[in-house]
């Protein structure tokens, strides 16, 4: 797989585009650290961003086919073979394996990057047939890791400013005892990285934006509707 740097240069430049679009001009606010603990973050419920809602309705529905996957090793289309051993291995592991482990498994996968006005969100299943871009591994990595046992409310998925290469990514960050750990598309889980800015992050049941200083609720969900638009 190619190092992040490269992989930034191709990549979809965010996940959610028209949210990340209205910060442009305020970078500098956003927030080099991830906390799970700062409520003043919290922007929406998560069903208030209807493409995150629609993505989370398909892995439902897919989730069928899974399960019975998990269950019964010869109902396993060839995409979801090595999920199903990672699964049932990683079942009696500690948290903190059980994170190597997913993060592991689906940095493994294919690379593969649409054309941007064709970009769309896919679901575990599909990011395990067909591979992805830097959101389909956050949002694989997530579910993954829900597979395996972890709350909703110990589980994001980030959008980020790299200082580095002046670009938008994509990450899953995992609350583990006291720390916060960063899934990122290549190497081993981190303990933070500096060197990314968080603009802000979504799970199954809400929105957080992470620039400095708070917003008015109203506001907040004025922009959440704006970036649903542009999409």
């Known amino acids: 797989m190619a190092t992040r740097h490269s992989l930034h240069n191709n990549a979809v430049r965010v996940v959610l585009a028209g949210l990340v679009l209205l910060y442009v001009g305020d970078i500098g606010a956003s927030s080099r650290t991830y906390s799970f603990g700062t409520t003043d973050h919290y922007l929406t419920q998560a069903t208030d961003y209807p493409r995150w809602a629609a993505l989370v309705t398909r892995h439902a529905a897919q989730s069928v086919e899974i399960d019975a996957c998990i269950d019964d090793a010869t109902k396993c289309p060839k995409a979801l073979k090595g999920y199903r051993e990672v699964v049932l291995s990683g079942r009696d592991l500690s948290p903190a ?14 690379w593969n990057i649409e054309p941007r006005r064709d970009d769309d969100w896919r679901t575990l299943e599909d990011f395990l047939q067909f591979g992805g871009d830097c959101e389909d591994y956050a949002i694989a990595k997530y579910f993954v890791l829900r597979r395996l046992g972890f709350a909703i409310d110990d589980l994001r998925i980030a959008i980020t400013w790299d200082m580095r290469v002046q670009d938008y990514h994509a990450v899953t960050v995992v609350h583990l005892d006291d720390s916060v750990l960063v899934l990122d598309v ?28 708070k917003r008015q609720h109203t506001d907040s969900h004025d922009v959440i509707q704006q970036g649903a638009q542009q999409l």
């Open 97 to 110: 394996r059980k994170i190597k482990l997913a993060n592991r498994f689906i940095n493994s996968r294919r």
């Open 186 to 213: 290549d190497g081993p889980p981190r303990r933070q990285i500096t060197d990314y800015r968080f603009l802000f992050s979504i799970n199954e049941s809400g929105i957080w934006d992470h620039k400095a200083g």
